[in-house]
């Protein structure tokens, strides 16, 4: 049996010494506590940093952010991806106004109500804010306690995690429960290392590990296999014209909804096909380059893409679609990062 005091010791110890330098760990505003964990879901933090600066001047208030204009914020969040969690930022920003006075609660129920905030950031807010002493698990957290407790069960099974959230809840301390949950956080990301060998050397919890007494540290934990993504074909164009470009919002309730994209149509079309596509917008084009293939991997999804640059003499439907100058594809639409091999090119 893994001693609690032990744990808390050692491992507070180990973060007092060794914890990462992060701008949002500066002081315990709940504001940026959120939007450093909001952004720091499925984002590695050498990403997160920049954009949390440049995000925490434009908008450094819940008024700020429940104010902002969907473009602005979505300009802001691009080429973070996952852009659904912008816009449960703007949406959980103005509830907080209405019901909270512009202040973040301090307790994990009430942010869970909240959108865009589950278990894992309504713990971590709660903790490190708000001094609670809650756990904040997440797949980080599940790996090290597997590791520690040699769990040769899947960590993606929802009552191993149940059990797994209950054993660190038990440790949490209640005079520094954020420290706490920041060093395993840290833990996780530096030293129980999730791909490769983790660095067993340096880890405060070596002696207290059953996976690494047993030499099974390459084989805990224990993943449920993943299904393989689906595939979807598209045939983009870079449509110019009088020095600027064609480009159109993606629908809400979708994939990147509200975001900025060059017209396409599904699967990749022969150049027949192409010159037939644009017809149909009523686009006369004298020229037509191939821009080359490009390929962007979403969680379950996967884009196959070919793209081709469309230099039109002529336009008859203008409003079908915003023209877009240079400067303003990078300063003032949004445009998804699955896009960024073909806005290069321009």
């Known amino acids: ?28 505003d709940p504001y940026k506590i959120w939007i450093s964990e909001i ?41 973070l991806g996952y852009y659904r969690r912008a816009a449960n930022l703007k949406k959980a920003a103005g509830q907080l106004a209405e019901q909270h006075a512009g202040r973040l609660p301090g307790e994990v129920s009430e942010l869970l109500r909240l959108p865009g905030i589950g278990p894992y950031t309504a713990g971590a807010i709660a903790s490190i804010a708000f ?26 099974d929802t009552e191993v995690r149940k059990e797994l959230t209950a054993l660190v809840s038990s440790w949490i301390p209640t005079d520094r429960p954020g420290d706490f949950n920041q060093a395993l956080m840290d833990l996780g990301a ?17 002696r ?9 540290t390459q084989d805990i934990p224990i993943r449920s296999g993943k299904k393989p993504r689906k595939i979807e074909k598209k045939t983009l164009f870079v449509i110019k014209w009088k020095g600027r470009v064609a480009l159109q919002k993606r629908k ?16 990749w079309l022969s150049e027949k096909e192409r010159r037939s596509a644009l017809d149909s917008w009523g686009i006369q084009a004298d020229q037509m380059s191939a821009m080359g293939a490009a390929r962007h991997l979403f969680t ?18 203008a409003d079908r679609w915003i023209w877009a100058s240079p400067e303003e594809l990078t300063t003032v639409y949004p445009i998804p990062s699955a896009l960024r091999y073909y806005l290069e090119r321009l």
């Open 131 to 156: 001094g609670k002493p809650v756990p904040a698990a997440d797949g980080n957290v599940f790996r090290i306690l597997a590791r520690l407790t040699g769990r040769k069960d899947s960590i993606d």
């Open 39 to 79: 952004m720091l879901q499925q984002t590695r933090v050498d990403t997160v940093i920049p954009y949390y600066d440049r995000f925490l001047r434009a908008l450094p208030s819940v008024e700020h952010l429940a104010q902002v204009s969907d473009d602005v914020l979505l300009k802001l969040w691009e080429g």
């Open 300 to 317: 379950h999804l996967e884009w196959h893409m070919e793209g081709y640059l469309a230099e039109a003499s002529h336009v008859s439907e």
């Open 190 to 206: 530096t030293i129980c290392l999730p791909n490769g060998a983790p660095v067993c050397a340096k880890c405060p919890l070596q």
């Open 252 to 267: 809400k309730g979708g994939l990147l909804e509200n975001l900025w994209e060059f017209p396409g149509v599904e699967g």
């Open 1 to 28: 049996m893994i001693g609690k005091e032990q744990i808390q010791q050692v491992l507070l110890a180990w973060y007092d010494r060794c914890g990462r330098d992060l701008p949002w760990r500066a002081d315990a």
């Open 208 to 216: 207290f590990c059953r996976a690494y007494t047993e030499g099974l």
